[in-house]
Each structure stands twice: as structure tokens, then as C-alpha cells.
T-cell receptor
């Protein structure tokens, strides 16, 4: 079957750097996405990796290693507003495209 | 504002009621999705519509009935629900269904079934 694992909760201090990991077991892997969801809000797209390496978008970066079936989201210079849930999502092509979401990591940013 | 609007934001219904959830997207997308989000569980894909045609139905009980009258609107009709159906129901849209497939989500309808 297809599965993703990410930590359920992470706590970090304002101004720090935090890394949220995602490991996956899938067939037909195509790419890895990250979404952010604030309480009561809509999940919003953050980043997408199809190739190995690091993609940087401002304070957020996302990394993928296809050989290790592993990726992470790196948040730098943490701000209180970064407190939210972060979902990794694997894009697979098994004769048709599907997106499979992880259960999400709840990030708590403390002052 | 994501360009995807869901109404109502909150809904409480009894097990014998019939209600409908509405989703509207203003992005010109041609694919729309219904997801169920329960606490600490992955998003569960329920239905996918592409060009107003249902292309995916993931073993969802018949008490959930989707409708897509046009590419901008998506409904989820609910009847004789069970308490375990209480969850956040999210609608999403995307331009096409292939490749990268960035999905734009609404804020969801928080459903409580009593």
C-alpha cells in the first residue's frame, strides 16, 4: 500500500529553525508537496519537489531524496504565525495520478 | 483568500436530516475534489470531478452524494448520516489532474452529526 509518515507534533522557539520530516512508501512516485493549514483555515500549498535536492522559497525550504524515500520541510527564522499544521503529500502515477496526504505535523512556536 | 469558498462553515445535523454542502471556485479550474479531514488522520479523498464528470469515488457510503453542475460549483448532499461522519469536509480545485497538481482548498465545513 501507499503510506506516509510524519511526526504528529513539533515544538520550537521563535527565531529558531525547525525541520519537519516525511518518509513515504509508495509506488509510482512522481513528486512531494507540502501544505500549511492554520486552525480553522484552508490548507495552502507551500512547495513541490520532483527532483532530488533543496528548493528554497523565502524562509521555507523543501528537500527531497528519492533514493531514500524521504523529504523534509525546513522553516527558518520561525515566527509565531508559523504555528500551524504542515502536511506532506506524495504525488503518484500508477496508471493515473493520485495525491496521498500525510496525517500532518502540528507545529507549535513558542516565544 | 484561496479562491475557493465553502458554505456553510459550520453545520450541526441530526441523523435523519438532509443537508447540502456547497463549494464554489473562482479560479477557472476544471477539477474539483471533496475531502474528509478527521483529527490526526490523513486527508481522505472522497470524490474527484474533472470537467464536471465524476472520475473518482473512493468507496464512500451512499449517504454522501456529490453533484457538480458546472466547473465552478460542487455540492455534497448528506442524508441519514452517522455520528462517525462528524469531521471537517474540505473542497479543493486544481487546473487539470496530471503532473504537479497544486490543489487550492476552501476553509471547510465543520460538520457535527448528533
Amino acid at each position: 500500500g501507499q503510506s506516509l509518515e510524519q511526526p504528529s507534533e513539533v515544538t520550537a522557539v521563535e527565531g529558531a529553525i525547525v525541520q519537519i520530516n516525511c518518509t513515504y512508501q509508495t509506488s509510482g512516485f512522481y513528486g512531494l508537496s507540502w501544505y500549511q493549514q492554520h486552525d480553522g483555515g484552508a490548507p495552502t500549498f507551500l512547495s513541490y519537489n520532483a527532483l532530488d535536492g533543496l528548493e528554497e522559497t523565502g524562509r521555507f525550504s523543501s528537500f527531497l531524496s528519492r533514493s531514500d524515500s524521504y523529504g523534509y520541510l525546513l522553516l527558518q527564522e520561525l515566527q509565531m504565525k508559523d504555528s500551524a499544521s504542515y502536511f506532506c503529500a506524495v504525488r503518484v502515477d500508477t496508471g493515473g495520478f493520485k495525491t496521498i496526504f500525510g496525517a500532518g505535523t502540528r507545529l507549535f512556536v513558542k516565544a | 483568500e484561496t479562491g475557493v469558498t465553502q458554505t456553510p462553515r459550520h453545520l450541526v445535523m441530526g441523523m435523519t436530516n438532509k443537508k447540502s454542502l456547497k463549494c464554489e471556485q473562482h479560479l477557472g479550474h476544471n477539477a474539483m475534489y471533496w475531502y474528509k479531514q478527521s483529527a490526526k488522520k490523513p486527508l481522505e479523498l472522497m470524490f474527484v470531478y474533472s470537467l464536471e464528470e465524476r472520475v473518482e469515488n473512493n468507496s464512500v457510503p451512499s449517504r454522501f452524494s456529490p453533484e457538480c453542475p458546472n466547473s465552478s460549483h460542487l455540492f455534497l448532499h448528506l442524508h441519514t448520516l452517522q455520528p462517525e461522519d462528524s469531521a471537517l469536509y474540505l473542497c479543493a480545485s486544481s487546473q487539470g489532474r496530471g503532473g504537479k497538481n497544486i490543489q487550492y482548498f476552501g476553509a471547510g465545513t465543520r460538520l457535527s452529526v448528533l
